[in-house]
């Protein structure tokens, strides 16, 4: 009989992420209708840089801080310093911009460019991102598994893990968006052939991804992996120029606020690696990667199955989690304030999921689909219940 999951309709594969677009921004709206607001937290310093920008044409954020009665140090010119990367606040524009255009037909639209059409719009753009990051965990996953693993692994990923949580519940914020660029990395990374103009296309989204969330451009090993395994030495120009490339804007950033392109303020928190540390960022009951989202746990083993199919892609994958682990674990704020899960180990799905998709064929393998869907579907059902409860803990 006809198999749903087998089918290579490119159609029926877009219907399918429109339908998780869809229900991500339903969870939204549905948020948002209860709290009124969408920018808390670190969005407050996300949303200054957009608003800044679009509304202001510059980057001093006195006006928006007093907005949202933040109280930051001043650099030599007087400027209070906004620290937090750019990168998310410069995806977001296309959605902060359209919501402009839609205030100029609603005289009545708040017009100061923090109201709901704003949030709703940056929100859209956000969410947008983010399914499209789950669709290239899709397309790269498709160069190693059937349509049918790779549909369930990619699913799975978005809805049993704070991957929903980042899309779907609060996407006005870094995550949605940085999920989407380490995605299309990997994808690339994965796909290109070896060549000095890719390693220049890899080096831009690896600065790309650093000026989205600064930790993120150790995704750089990879490219530095590969490129000394195949003792491919003089594409380290190439690498190196597409780095500074994407990076540049955080560069400028930091030279305006503190008068030297070589300063990032997160040096200064310290790092400072433990094994209590570490053990809190896996297993504390408040967050705990492995409480929250034990999904991350099959993952890993099944990252151990899947080295008979593809030793390199499971040292790449082990390799970037394992860097990310300690770095997070090392750094001062390393118990993540109030985040739903250990959110700042978003950007290593992608490679994870090779992991996982691993176990779903076993699992198709030796119980069958039906059991598989079950088990997914249960897993997704807790997830949004851990959702619920730090949604009404936190």
Known sequence: GYNYFDSPSIMLRLKIFFLIFVFSLSIFVAHILITKNAIFADAQFYWSITHSLVKDENVDFSNEFNH??????????????NFYPPGAAFFWIPGYWFAETISVFLSKTNSEGYGVIHQ???AVNSIFLGIIGVYFMYLTLRRNFSEKISLLTSFTFFAATNLLFYIAVEPITSHAVAFFVSSFFVYLFI???????????????????????????????LPLIKMFSERKIRAL???TAGIILGFAPQLLFWKFFYGTIWRSPYLDYGFIFTISRLLHVLVNFQNGLFTITPLILFALI????????????????????????IL????????????????????????????????????????????????ILILSCINMLLILRYLLMY
Do not use: C, H
Not at 68 to 81: D, Q, R, S, T
């Open 191 to 221: 796909t290109l052939p070896i060549g000095t103009l890719n390693y220049f296309f890899l080096g831009l989204l690896v600065g790309i991804a650093g000026l989205v969330r600064t930790q993120d451009l150790g995704l750089v090993l």
């Open 120 to 122: 709703f719009a940056v």
């Open 237 to 239: 120009i190439s690498l």
């Open 328 to 375: 997070v674990s090392s750094w001062r704020d390393y118990t993540q304030g109030g985040s739903f899960g250990i959110r700042m180990l978003i950007t290593t799905y992608p490679l994870l999921s090779f992991g996982l998709a691993s176990i779903v064929k076993l699992s198709t393998e030796k119980m069958g689909l039906k059991i598989t869907l079950a088990t």
């Open 68 to 81: 949202f009665g933040l109280k930051m140090a001043e650099n030599l010119k007087g400027f209070p310093i």
């Open 302 to 325: 099944g990252l151990v199955l899947f080295v008979k199919r593809g030793r390199k892609i499971a040292i790449y994958s082990l390799t970037y989690f394992i860097f990310q682990l």
